[in-house]
């Protein structure tokens, strides 16, 4: 079931996205950065100030009591794209991937969008991760044409979009 993220899942959350990023971001961001800086405990305390500070909407998904995967939505962050309602992350431990998680957290996020009045979602994609972006395209999401540099990591994000309704 997919519901809010509370204090009491943070610990869970950080450790699915240190290991998500390990995992799609492995020879596409540099070892240095997925395995000496980012870390679980500093992911903790941006997820608990994420939660309690800025009440972010941050989602989980949970299975017999086990946190499978996270992602944060909103309004679109982008300029361009005021209107439009934003996929801002979305992670499923790579332990349990391939069992349909993903789709759900999708599914949930585009309900959410439509009960919130939105007509279409966003979404950011490193251009290099296949594997994201050949999920997302199956989910019925397409490039936007539009791509930005990330400074941070010398690679390239691309945008995908979906009208919903």
């Not at 809010?4 to 899942?9: E, P, Q, R, S």
């Not at 991760?129 to 050949?134: A, F, H, Q, S, V």
Request: proline residues 2%.
């Amino acid at each position: 079931m997919v519901r809010k993220a509370t204090l009491g899942d943070v610990c869970r959350i950080a450790e699915i996205h240190v290991m998500g990023w390990r995992f799609a971001y492995r020879n596409l961001i540099s070892d240095d950065y997925l395995f000496k800086t980012m870390n679980v405990p500093d992911r903790i305390n941006a997820f608990k100030r994420a939660i309690s500070e800025r009440n972010e909407d941050v989602y989980i998904f949970e299975e017999n009591g086990i946190v499978k995967a996270f992602m944060i939505i909103g309004p679109c962050r982008d300029a361009d794209r005021t209107s439009s309602f934003e996929l801002w992350g979305l992670y499923v431990d790579p332990f349990m991937l391939r069992n349909g998680i993903g789709t759900k957290m999708i599914n949930y996020c585009e309900q959410r969008a439509r009960e919130l009045g939105y007509s279409d979602v966003v979404l950011w994609v490193l251009e290099e991760n296949l594997i994201g972006r050949n999920f997302y395209t199956k989910m019925g999401y397409e490039f936007a044409g539009t791509r930005k540099y990330l400074d941070k990591f010398g690679l390239y994000e691309v945008r995908y979009h979906k009208t919903i309704g």
